[in-house]
Protein backbone atom coordinates (compact mmCIF):
# COMPACT_ATOMS: atom_id res chain seq x y z
CA UNK A 1 0.00 0.00 0.00
CA UNK A 2 2.85 2.95 0.82
CA UNK A 3 4.69 1.99 -2.34
CA UNK A 4 1.94 2.36 -4.41
CA UNK A 5 0.46 5.83 -2.52
CA UNK A 6 4.32 6.88 -3.18
CA UNK A 7 4.06 6.29 -6.66
CA UNK A 8 0.85 7.89 -6.73
CA UNK A 9 1.63 11.13 -4.31
CA UNK A 10 4.68 11.43 -7.12
CA UNK A 11 2.02 11.52 -9.79
CA UNK A 12 -0.12 13.96 -8.78
CA UNK A 13 3.04 16.09 -7.69
CA UNK A 14 4.26 16.18 -11.35
CA UNK A 15 0.51 17.22 -12.01
CA UNK A 16 0.80 19.89 -10.06
CA UNK A 17 4.23 20.79 -11.08
CA UNK A 18 3.46 21.44 -14.65
CA UNK A 19 0.77 23.02 -13.72
CA UNK A 20 2.72 25.72 -11.92
CA UNK A 21 5.48 26.25 -14.36
CA UNK A 22 2.68 27.25 -16.84
CA UNK A 23 0.75 29.33 -14.59
CA UNK A 24 3.75 31.21 -12.95
CA UNK A 25 4.69 32.31 -16.16
CA UNK A 26 1.73 33.98 -17.35
CA UNK A 27 2.13 36.12 -14.00
CA UNK A 28 4.04 38.70 -13.43
CA UNK A 29 3.85 39.25 -9.65
CA UNK A 30 2.39 37.06 -6.46
CA UNK A 31 4.22 33.77 -8.73
CA UNK A 32 5.39 32.18 -4.71
CA UNK A 33 1.55 31.63 -4.27
CA UNK A 34 1.75 29.39 -7.47
CA UNK A 35 4.24 27.04 -5.52
CA UNK A 36 2.72 27.24 -2.39
CA UNK A 37 -0.25 25.96 -4.48
CA UNK A 38 1.09 23.61 -5.91
CA UNK A 39 2.93 22.48 -2.86
CA UNK A 40 0.10 22.09 -1.07
CA UNK A 41 -1.92 20.18 -3.72
CA UNK A 42 1.06 17.56 -4.09
CA UNK A 43 0.58 17.03 -0.11
CA UNK A 44 -2.86 17.09 0.30
CA UNK A 45 -4.13 15.41 -2.37
CA UNK A 46 -2.65 11.90 -1.85
CA UNK A 47 -3.56 12.53 1.86
CA UNK A 48 -7.40 12.73 0.82
CA UNK A 49 -6.61 9.84 -1.19
CA UNK A 50 -5.41 7.93 1.69
CA UNK A 51 -8.03 9.09 4.03
CA UNK A 52 -10.59 8.05 1.75
CA UNK A 53 -8.86 4.51 0.91
CA UNK A 54 -9.33 4.06 4.35
CA UNK A 55 -13.30 2.82 4.27
CA UNK A 56 -16.20 3.31 2.15
CA UNK A 57 -18.89 5.67 1.51
CA UNK A 58 -21.48 5.18 4.92
CA UNK A 59 -24.06 2.77 4.02
CA UNK A 60 -27.68 3.86 3.87
CA UNK A 61 -30.24 0.86 4.73
CA UNK A 62 -32.17 -0.19 1.74
CA UNK A 63 -36.10 0.24 2.13
CA UNK A 64 -37.78 -2.47 3.53
CA UNK A 65 -39.42 -3.32 0.41
CA UNK A 66 -36.13 -5.39 -0.52
CA UNK A 67 -34.94 -8.49 0.68
CA UNK A 68 -31.59 -7.93 2.68
CA UNK A 69 -29.36 -10.48 2.31
CA UNK A 70 -26.02 -11.02 4.46
CA UNK A 71 -23.12 -9.26 2.97
CA UNK A 72 -20.80 -10.84 0.71
CA UNK A 73 -17.21 -9.92 1.36
CA UNK A 74 -14.09 -10.83 -0.23
CA UNK A 75 -10.77 -10.12 1.63
CA UNK A 76 -7.48 -10.63 -0.64
CA UNK A 77 -3.92 -11.05 0.84
CA UNK A 78 -1.99 -7.95 0.31
CA UNK A 79 0.57 -10.11 -1.92
CA UNK A 80 1.17 -7.77 -4.72
CA UNK A 81 5.01 -6.99 -5.22
CA UNK A 82 4.33 -3.14 -3.92
CA UNK A 83 3.31 -4.65 -0.64
CA UNK A 84 6.33 -6.42 -0.05
CA UNK A 85 8.32 -3.30 0.00
CA UNK A 86 6.01 -1.52 2.49
CA UNK A 87 8.44 -2.31 5.48
CA UNK A 88 12.13 -1.78 3.56
CA UNK A 89 10.24 1.78 2.50
CA UNK A 90 8.67 3.12 5.66
CA UNK A 91 12.48 2.61 7.21
CA UNK A 92 14.04 4.20 4.51
CA UNK A 93 11.37 7.22 5.10
CA UNK A 94 12.24 7.02 8.77
CA UNK A 95 15.75 7.49 7.87
CA UNK A 96 15.86 10.19 5.10
CA UNK A 97 13.25 11.96 8.09
CA UNK A 98 16.26 11.24 10.88
CA UNK A 99 19.42 12.43 8.24
CA UNK A 100 17.17 15.74 7.36
CA UNK A 101 16.35 17.09 11.02
CA UNK A 102 19.66 16.17 12.30
CA UNK A 103 21.12 18.39 8.95
CA UNK A 104 18.94 20.57 10.24
CA UNK A 105 20.22 20.63 13.80
CA UNK A 106 24.03 20.87 12.74
CA UNK A 107 23.45 24.00 10.34
CA UNK A 108 21.66 25.36 13.12
CA UNK A 109 24.75 25.10 14.91
CA UNK A 110 26.56 26.14 12.70
CA UNK A 111 24.16 29.35 11.70
CA UNK A 112 24.40 30.38 15.86
CA UNK A 113 27.96 29.93 15.98
CA UNK A 114 28.66 32.11 13.11
CA UNK A 115 26.02 34.70 14.88
CA UNK A 116 28.27 35.08 17.67
CA UNK A 117 30.82 36.97 15.37
CA UNK A 118 27.89 39.18 14.00
CA UNK A 119 27.89 42.80 15.33
CA UNK A 120 24.56 45.08 15.90
CA UNK A 121 25.00 48.64 13.61
CA UNK A 122 23.05 50.72 12.06
CA UNK A 123 22.76 51.11 8.34
CA UNK A 124 20.61 54.71 7.00
CA UNK A 125 19.26 54.63 10.56
CA UNK A 126 17.86 50.92 10.22
CA UNK A 127 19.67 48.64 12.83
CA UNK A 128 21.16 45.73 11.56
CA UNK A 129 23.71 42.68 11.87
CA UNK A 130 27.24 43.63 10.26
CA UNK A 131 29.01 40.23 9.51
CA UNK A 132 32.45 39.59 7.75
CA UNK A 133 30.41 38.14 4.73
CA UNK A 134 27.27 36.47 5.03
CA UNK A 135 23.92 38.16 3.87
CA UNK A 136 22.47 40.21 2.98
CA UNK A 137 19.53 38.37 4.38
CA UNK A 138 16.75 38.04 6.72
CA UNK A 139 17.38 35.91 9.67
CA UNK A 140 15.36 34.61 12.80
CA UNK A 141 11.66 33.86 12.63
CA UNK A 142 10.07 35.07 15.92
CA UNK A 143 12.64 38.44 16.20
CA UNK A 144 13.68 38.67 12.88
CA UNK A 145 16.85 40.77 11.74
CA UNK A 146 18.58 42.15 8.83
CA UNK A 147 22.14 41.07 8.28
CA UNK A 148 24.37 42.42 5.68
CA UNK A 149 28.10 41.88 5.13
CA UNK A 150 31.27 44.45 6.04
CA UNK A 151 31.61 45.66 1.93
CA UNK A 152 28.03 47.30 1.90
CA UNK A 153 29.18 50.02 4.38
CA UNK A 154 31.07 51.11 1.66
CA UNK A 155 29.23 50.14 -1.49
CA UNK A 156 27.31 53.69 -1.59
CA UNK A 157 24.49 55.67 -0.64
CA UNK A 158 21.85 54.33 -3.39
CA UNK A 159 23.26 50.38 -3.31
CA UNK A 160 22.49 50.51 0.72
CA UNK A 161 19.03 51.90 0.01
CA UNK A 162 18.41 48.95 -2.43
CA UNK A 163 19.75 46.22 0.24
CA UNK A 164 17.98 47.15 3.05
CA UNK A 165 14.75 47.94 0.48
CA UNK A 166 15.18 44.12 -0.63
CA UNK A 167 15.60 42.70 2.87
CA UNK A 168 12.78 44.88 4.29
CA UNK A 169 10.06 43.42 1.30
CA UNK A 170 11.56 40.16 2.84
CA UNK A 171 10.79 41.46 6.41
CA UNK A 172 6.67 42.38 5.15
CA UNK A 173 5.61 39.37 3.20
CA UNK A 174 7.46 36.96 6.03
CA UNK A 175 9.27 34.95 3.21
CA UNK A 176 11.56 33.66 6.02
CA UNK A 177 8.26 32.06 7.49
CA UNK A 178 7.00 30.65 4.19
CA UNK A 179 9.82 29.04 3.22
CA UNK A 180 10.45 27.41 6.54
CA UNK A 181 7.18 26.14 6.01
CA UNK A 182 7.86 24.79 2.85
CA UNK A 183 10.89 22.91 4.60
CA UNK A 184 9.08 21.38 6.98
CA UNK A 185 7.47 19.21 4.16
CA UNK A 186 10.84 18.22 2.98
CA UNK A 187 11.16 16.48 6.62
CA UNK A 188 7.96 14.79 6.40
CA UNK A 189 7.68 13.86 2.83
CA UNK A 190 11.61 13.56 1.79
CA UNK A 191 11.16 11.01 -0.53
CA UNK A 192 9.34 12.43 -3.09
CA UNK A 193 11.52 14.25 -5.55
CA UNK A 194 9.13 17.02 -6.83
CA UNK A 195 8.75 18.46 -3.48
CA UNK A 196 12.18 19.64 -3.52
CA UNK A 197 11.92 21.05 -6.72
CA UNK A 198 8.76 22.75 -6.06
CA UNK A 199 10.62 23.93 -2.94
CA UNK A 200 13.37 25.24 -4.90
CA UNK A 201 10.81 26.81 -7.22
CA UNK A 202 9.38 28.69 -4.39
CA UNK A 203 12.92 30.08 -3.34
CA UNK A 204 13.17 31.61 -7.39
CA UNK A 205 9.93 32.43 -7.01
CA UNK A 206 10.19 34.81 -3.73
CA UNK A 207 12.88 36.51 -4.54
CA UNK A 208 11.48 37.20 -8.40
CA UNK A 209 8.42 38.81 -6.69
CA UNK A 210 10.92 40.75 -3.88
CA UNK A 211 12.72 42.15 -6.81
CA UNK A 212 9.51 43.42 -8.27
CA UNK A 213 8.42 44.79 -5.48
CA UNK A 214 11.74 46.67 -4.69
CA UNK A 215 11.67 48.17 -8.57
CA UNK A 216 8.25 49.46 -7.65
CA UNK A 217 9.85 51.47 -5.32
CA UNK A 218 12.66 52.43 -6.98
CA UNK A 219 11.98 52.55 -10.90
CA UNK A 220 15.37 54.52 -12.15
CA UNK A 221 17.67 51.89 -10.59
CA UNK A 222 17.42 48.67 -12.40
CA UNK A 223 20.68 48.80 -13.91
CA UNK A 224 22.12 49.44 -10.73
CA UNK A 225 20.24 46.98 -8.70
CA UNK A 226 21.15 44.21 -11.37
CA UNK A 227 24.84 44.98 -10.94
CA UNK A 228 24.14 44.70 -7.25
CA UNK A 229 22.27 41.27 -7.66
CA UNK A 230 25.54 40.26 -9.79
CA UNK A 231 27.95 41.53 -6.61
CA UNK A 232 26.07 39.49 -4.58
CA UNK A 233 25.63 36.59 -6.23
CA UNK A 234 29.15 35.99 -7.23
CA UNK A 235 30.92 37.12 -3.93
CA UNK A 236 29.74 33.84 -1.57
CA UNK A 237 27.31 35.58 1.12
CA UNK A 238 24.74 33.14 0.36
CA UNK A 239 23.48 32.23 3.99
CA UNK A 240 21.36 28.79 3.78
CA UNK A 241 19.65 28.19 7.18
CA UNK A 242 16.35 27.50 7.50
CA UNK A 243 14.34 30.73 7.78
CA UNK A 244 16.28 32.87 6.21
CA UNK A 245 15.19 34.56 2.94
CA UNK A 246 18.13 36.71 1.46
CA UNK A 247 19.34 39.00 -1.58
CA UNK A 248 22.26 36.34 -2.47
CA UNK A 249 20.94 33.46 -4.72
CA UNK A 250 22.99 30.48 -6.01
CA UNK A 251 24.25 31.63 -9.59
CA UNK A 252 22.45 29.28 -11.69
CA UNK A 253 19.10 31.23 -10.40
CA UNK A 254 21.11 34.80 -10.64
CA UNK A 255 20.55 34.71 -14.69
CA UNK A 256 16.57 34.23 -13.77
CA UNK A 257 16.61 36.96 -12.13
CA UNK A 258 18.73 39.53 -13.95
CA UNK A 259 16.80 38.71 -16.88
CA UNK A 260 13.20 39.27 -15.36
CA UNK A 261 15.02 42.31 -13.73
CA UNK A 262 15.97 43.85 -17.20
CA UNK A 263 13.50 42.99 -19.12
CA UNK A 264 10.20 44.84 -19.88
CA UNK A 265 8.50 42.89 -22.60
CA UNK A 266 6.29 40.12 -20.96
CA UNK A 267 7.96 36.31 -20.62
CA UNK A 268 5.42 34.67 -23.15
CA UNK A 269 3.79 35.68 -25.95
CA UNK A 270 0.15 35.68 -26.63
CA UNK A 271 0.31 32.60 -28.38
CA UNK A 272 2.68 30.89 -25.38
CA UNK A 273 0.32 32.06 -22.92
CA UNK A 274 -2.44 29.88 -24.58
CA UNK A 275 -0.62 27.10 -25.18
CA UNK A 276 -0.02 27.35 -21.52
CA UNK A 277 -3.13 28.22 -20.03
CA UNK A 278 -4.22 25.17 -21.79
CA UNK A 279 -1.21 22.86 -20.13
CA UNK A 280 -2.65 23.95 -16.81
CA UNK A 281 -6.14 22.81 -17.44
CA UNK A 282 -4.87 19.61 -19.04
CA UNK A 283 -3.41 19.17 -15.87
CA UNK A 284 -5.79 19.96 -13.40
CA UNK A 285 -7.87 18.09 -15.49
CA UNK A 286 -6.29 14.91 -15.20
CA UNK A 287 -6.02 15.06 -11.34
CA UNK A 288 -9.32 15.03 -11.24
CA UNK A 289 -9.95 11.64 -13.22
CA UNK A 290 -7.48 10.13 -11.07
CA UNK A 291 -8.97 7.56 -8.91
CA UNK A 292 -8.96 8.67 -5.31
CA UNK A 293 -7.78 12.39 -5.90
CA UNK A 294 -11.45 13.54 -5.87
CA UNK A 295 -13.86 10.89 -3.86
CA UNK A 296 -16.29 10.32 -6.38
CA UNK A 297 -19.92 9.49 -5.52
CA UNK A 298 -21.21 7.00 -7.57
CA UNK A 299 -24.48 8.17 -9.62
CA UNK A 300 -27.47 7.36 -7.35
CA UNK A 301 -29.00 4.91 -9.72
CA UNK A 302 -26.79 3.90 -12.00
CA UNK A 303 -29.19 1.01 -13.91
CA UNK A 304 -28.33 -1.76 -16.28
CA UNK A 305 -30.98 -2.08 -18.50
CA UNK A 306 -32.71 -5.62 -18.64
CA UNK A 307 -32.33 -7.80 -21.45
CA UNK A 308 -34.96 -7.77 -24.52
CA UNK A 309 -36.46 -10.83 -23.46
CA UNK A 310 -37.64 -9.63 -19.89
CA UNK A 311 -40.81 -9.40 -19.02
CA UNK A 312 -42.56 -5.94 -19.46
CA UNK A 313 -44.35 -6.12 -16.35
CA UNK A 314 -41.15 -6.20 -14.14
CA UNK A 315 -40.89 -3.50 -11.63
CA UNK A 316 -39.17 -0.20 -12.61
CA UNK A 317 -38.21 0.48 -8.95
CA UNK A 318 -37.87 -1.40 -5.90
CA UNK A 319 -41.17 -2.28 -4.11
CA UNK A 320 -42.45 -4.57 -2.15
CA UNK A 321 -43.51 -7.58 -3.26
CA UNK A 322 -45.69 -10.01 -1.25
CA UNK A 323 -44.01 -13.33 -0.95
CA UNK A 324 -43.86 -16.05 1.55
CA UNK A 325 -40.32 -17.60 1.03
CA UNK A 326 -37.26 -15.39 0.66
CA UNK A 327 -34.58 -15.99 -2.54
CA UNK A 328 -30.98 -18.29 -1.57
CA UNK A 329 -27.96 -18.02 -3.11
CA UNK A 330 -27.66 -20.67 -5.92
CA UNK A 331 -23.98 -20.51 -6.60
CA UNK A 332 -22.34 -19.26 -4.08
CA UNK A 333 -19.07 -20.38 -4.54
CA UNK A 334 -19.17 -19.07 -8.08
CA UNK A 335 -20.43 -15.37 -6.90
CA UNK A 336 -17.49 -15.46 -4.44
CA UNK A 337 -15.22 -16.57 -7.10
CA UNK A 338 -16.35 -13.49 -9.39
CA UNK A 339 -15.66 -11.27 -6.07
CA UNK A 340 -12.18 -12.35 -6.47
CA UNK A 341 -11.98 -11.73 -9.66
CA UNK A 342 -13.09 -8.50 -10.54
CA UNK A 343 -11.55 -7.05 -7.73
CA UNK A 344 -9.88 -4.09 -9.81
CA UNK A 345 -6.05 -4.85 -9.52
CA UNK A 346 -4.99 -0.86 -8.75
CA UNK A 347 -7.10 -0.78 -6.33
CA UNK A 348 -6.41 -4.08 -4.63
CA UNK A 349 -3.06 -3.44 -4.95
CA UNK A 350 -2.98 0.14 -3.10
CA UNK A 351 -5.08 -1.78 -0.56
CA UNK A 352 -8.47 0.37 -1.15
CA UNK A 353 -11.67 -1.31 0.00
CA UNK A 354 -15.02 -0.34 -0.30
CA UNK A 355 -18.88 -1.37 0.52
CA UNK A 356 -21.61 -1.08 -2.05
CA UNK A 357 -24.95 -2.15 -1.04
CA UNK A 358 -26.50 -3.53 -4.98
CA UNK A 359 -29.98 -3.85 -5.64
CA UNK A 360 -31.25 -6.97 -8.04
CA UNK A 361 -34.00 -7.59 -9.44
CA UNK A 362 -34.85 -11.13 -9.06
CA UNK A 363 -37.08 -12.72 -11.48
CA UNK A 364 -39.66 -15.70 -11.18
CA UNK A 365 -36.95 -18.07 -12.20
CA UNK A 366 -34.28 -17.02 -10.00
CA UNK A 367 -32.34 -14.80 -12.56
CA UNK A 368 -30.81 -11.35 -12.47
CA UNK A 369 -32.78 -8.96 -14.74
CA UNK A 370 -31.82 -5.45 -13.28
CA UNK A 371 -28.83 -4.20 -11.42
CA UNK A 372 -28.34 -0.84 -9.48
CA UNK A 373 -26.21 0.98 -7.27
CA UNK A 374 -27.97 2.11 -3.81
CA UNK A 375 -25.16 3.12 -2.07
CA UNK A 376 -21.70 2.99 -3.44
CA UNK A 377 -18.19 2.88 -1.85
CA UNK A 378 -16.94 6.41 -2.81
CA UNK A 379 -14.76 4.75 -5.90
CA UNK A 380 -16.04 3.94 -9.09
CA UNK A 381 -13.89 1.06 -9.70
CA UNK A 382 -15.17 -0.73 -6.69
CA UNK A 383 -19.18 0.15 -7.55
CA UNK A 384 -18.73 -0.88 -11.11
CA UNK A 385 -17.20 -4.39 -9.56
CA UNK A 386 -20.25 -4.86 -7.51
CA UNK A 387 -22.48 -4.51 -10.71
CA UNK A 388 -20.28 -7.21 -12.23
CA UNK A 389 -20.31 -9.59 -9.89
CA UNK A 390 -24.37 -8.81 -9.23
CA UNK A 391 -24.90 -10.23 -12.87
CA UNK A 392 -23.02 -13.69 -11.85
CA UNK A 393 -25.37 -14.04 -9.02
CA UNK A 394 -28.21 -17.01 -9.59
CA UNK A 395 -31.23 -17.43 -7.10
CA UNK A 396 -33.80 -19.67 -6.13
CA UNK A 397 -36.49 -17.59 -6.76
CA UNK A 398 -38.91 -15.70 -4.29
CA UNK A 399 -42.40 -18.18 -3.67
CA UNK A 400 -45.85 -16.87 -2.78
CA UNK A 401 -48.42 -18.99 -2.19
CA UNK A 402 -46.62 -21.65 -3.77
CA UNK A 403 -45.35 -19.91 -7.26
CA UNK A 404 -42.45 -18.12 -8.08
CA UNK A 405 -42.77 -13.84 -7.75
CA UNK A 406 -40.24 -11.27 -9.18
CA UNK A 407 -38.99 -9.92 -5.71
CA UNK A 408 -35.65 -6.48 -5.46
CA UNK A 409 -33.19 -8.15 -3.24
CA UNK A 410 -30.56 -5.42 -1.30
CA UNK A 411 -26.71 -7.19 -1.53
CA UNK A 412 -24.32 -5.80 0.46
CA UNK A 413 -20.57 -6.22 -1.23
CA UNK A 414 -17.63 -5.88 0.42
CA UNK A 415 -13.70 -5.61 -0.75
CA UNK A 416 -11.18 -5.17 1.25
CA UNK A 417 -7.53 -6.20 1.63
CA UNK A 418 -5.70 -8.14 4.28
Not at 135 to 163: D, F, H, K, N, Y
Not at 167 to 178: F, G, I, S, T, V
Not at 334 to 359: C, F, H, K, M, T
Not at 371 to 382: F, Y
Request: contains cysteine; charged residues 25%; aromatic residues 6%.
Amino acid sequence: MIAAWMLWSIGAGLLSLVAGLAVERLLEGGRRWVWVGAGAATVLLPASRFLSGRGGADVVAPPTAAVRLEPLTVTVADNSVLHSLDDALLLGWLALSSVLVVGALVAAARFMWRRRGWEEGMLLGRRVLWSRDSGPAVVGLAMSSIVVPRWVAGAGRARQELVLAHEEEHLRARDAHLLLLAALLLFVFPWNPVLWIQYRRLGLAVELDCDRRVMRRWPTRRRLYGDLLLRVGTGGGALRAMGAAALAERPSLLERRIRALLSGAPEVRMAQAAFLGFCALLAVGVALMVPGIARERAEPEPEREPPAEADADLAERPVWTPRDTDPQYANREEIEAALAREYPPPLRDAGVGGRVVVWLLVDEAGKVRKTRIQAGSGHRGLDEAALRVADVARFSPALHRGRPVPVWIALPIVFGVR
